[in-house]
């Protein structure tokens, strides 16, 4: 059976840095299209980014572009995301996600993602 597993969340001051990490097991990884997500208090799960399973290919969420870059590992079985100039409105439990295919095509919402992470919490706070 799939598993991910999130980690490197934390407190982070405004304008900081944080690496997140998710660690999959029970699935070829690098099989499978990979994406991020984030679900504040009160609001729904909202897409961050995704890559396909060569990691050649990825996309952004408006709110992000520019500022996190998805990457992966298909030796170490690991998806990464590198989150920099963070501000309070990036807070967020963020979650690791696996498609069942290789693409990134077409609607990418939490629908379209088959395996799930448990979560790992950013906060970003001064």
């Known amino acids: 059976q799939a598993q991910l597993v999130e980690s490197g969340g934390g407190l982070v001051q405004p304008g900081g840095s944080l690496r997140l990490s998710c660690t999959a097991s029970?699935?070829?990884?690098?099989?499978?299209?990979m994406g991020w997500f984030r679900q504040a208090p009160g609001k729904q799960r909202q897409f961050v980014a995704a890559v396909v399973a060569s990691g050649e290919v990825n996309t952004y969420s408006r709110a992000v572009l520019g500022r996190f870059t998805i990457s992966r590992d298909n030796a170490k079985g690991t998806l990464y995301l590198q989150m920099n100039s963070l501000t309070p409105d990036d807070t967020a439990v963020y979650y690791c996600?696996?498609?069942?295919?290789?693409?990134?095509?077409?609607?990418?919402?939490?629908?379209?993602?088959?395996?799930w992470g448990q979560g790992t919490q950013v906060t970003v706070s001064s």
């Open positions: 996600a696996a498609r069942r295919v290789s693409d990134i095509n077409g609607s990418l919402g939490p629908a379209a993602f088959d395996f």
């Open positions: 029970g699935l070829t990884f690098s099989s499978h299209a």
